[in-house]
């Protein structure tokens, strides 16, 4: 079994920062690409920022510049650096994972996903 658990949402006034965390924990063999996901209220989920886990990264064009993506692979965690934050930026925000894991003799690869955590920038 995996499970990916977010941290560091929260409220925050435009022009703050917040930094969010993912740890990826269970019995993982490797993690492929993590990366952040946004749903705002009413509208659908969209990429934020990818990862691979050499460090290739791909942001969503318009938060380029604001928000940075990283991951310590030795801790199968990853962040979300996000500065200079606006109104806009507000929503559930959402770990994923491409992951494989094993039980016993078993492996299991998938895409898995956080339970979300909440970011409010109030103006």
């Known amino acids: 079994q995996v499970q990916l658990v977010e941290s560091g949402g929260g409220l925050v006034q435009a022009g703050g920062s917040l930094r969010l965390s993912c740890a990826a924990s269970?019995?993982?063999?490797?993690?492929?690409?993590m990366g952040w996901y946004r749903q705002g209220p009413g509208k659908q989920r969209d990429l934020v920022a990818t990862i691979t886990p050499g460090g290739t990264t791909n942001y969503k064009d318009s938060l380029k510049g604001r928000f940075t993506i990283s991951r310590d692979n030795a801790k199968n965690t990853v962040y979300l650096q996000m500065n200079s934050l606006k109104p806009e930026d507000t929503a559930v925000y959402y770990c994923?994972?491409?992951?494989?894991?094993?039980?016993?003799?078993?492996?299991?690869?998938?895409?898995?996903w956080g339970q979300g955590t909440q970011v409010t920038v109030s103006s």
């Open positions: 994923n994972a491409d992951l494989t894991w094993y039980s016993g003799a078993y492996s299991y690869s998938g895409d898995y």
């Open positions: 269970g019995s993982i063999r490797s993690i492929s690409v």
